[in-house]
């Protein structure tokens, strides 16, 4: 069974920093790229990076560029997203996501972790 | 950017009524080397996931009933729920992934 499962969320304040996880089971991780995506309380989906299959080109929204570093081992079948500078608005469930090989949409989700940025 | 329109913000339909949302990009998600639209529509429950319902605009995946269908072409999408049942109140969201992602804002369907 493919599965994602986040971790790594919890409550920072401004400022600081936090590094997100997902493992990744029942697929060859390597063949597909992979995603996160956020929920802000009461707002949408909101797509934040993306990362290619071999980790060779990684990819940005312009709301986090500069301050979060997406990154893959496949040898552990992990992905991460290493948060820094973190702001209110960062607050939000982060899901990890599986692209569609050769299409992109979100075919897989985790269930998300939940990252508070608050003092 | 590419901005994403969803039309209406939230709808109220009877049970075994049709639902119909719309969506709007501002950018083209038709892909003329494969002639497919890169435009996918995703159910999202409170305390779940985000659930992939519908990919290239109109093939619907894997284990998704056969009342939620998805039309459009280039720039103006539509989801359609045709008969509408207690389980389908939900967010719904369409996606945009022609060379970067792109969300609509989501439509809340609820039982009138």
């Known amino acids: 069974e493919v599965q994602l499962l986040e971790s790594g969320g919890g409550l920072v304040q401004p400022g600081g920093s936090l590094r997100v996880s997902c493992a990744a089971s029942?697929?060859?991780?390597?063949?597909?790229?992979m995603s996160w995506v956020r929920q802000s309380p009461g707002k949408g989906l909101e797509w934040v990076s993306a990362?290619?299959?071999?980790?060779?080109?990684?990819y940005y929204a312009d709301s986090v560029k500069g301050r979060f570093t997406i990154a893959r081992d496949n040898s552990k079948n992990t992905l991460l997203l290493q948060m820094n500078s973190l702001r209110a608005e960062d607050t939000a469930v982060y899901f990890c996501?599986?692209?569609?090989?050769?299409?992109?949409?979100?075919?897989?989700w985790g269930q998300g972790t939940t990252v508070t940025v608050s003092s | 950017d590419i901005v994403m329109t969803q039309s209406p913000d939230s709808l109220a339909v009877s049970l075994g009524e049709r639902a119909t949302i719309n969506c709007k990009s501002s950018?083209?998600?038709?892909?003329?080397?494969?002639?497919?639209?890169?435009l996918a529509w995703y159910q999202h429950k409170p305390g779940q996931p985000p659930k992939l319902l519908i990919h290239?605009?109109?093939t619907r995946e894997f284990g998704v009933p056969g009342r939620f269908s998805g039309s459009g072409s280039g720039t103006d999408f539509t989801l359609t729920i045709s008969s509408l049942q207690a389980e389908d109140v939900a967010l719904y969201y369409c996606?945009?992934?022609?060379?970067?992602?792109?969300f609509g804002q989501g439509t809340k369907v609820e039982i009138k």
């Open positions: 290239s605009a109109s």
């Open positions: 990362i290619s299959g071999s980790g060779d080109r990684t």
């Open positions: 996606q945009h992934y022609l060379d970067s992602w792109a």
């Open positions: 996501v599986r692209e569609a090989r050769g299409y992109s949409y979100a075919e897989v």
């Open positions: 950018q083209s998600a038709f892909n003329s080397g494969n002639n497919k639209n890169y």
């Open positions: 029942g697929f060859t991780f390597s063949y597909y790229a």
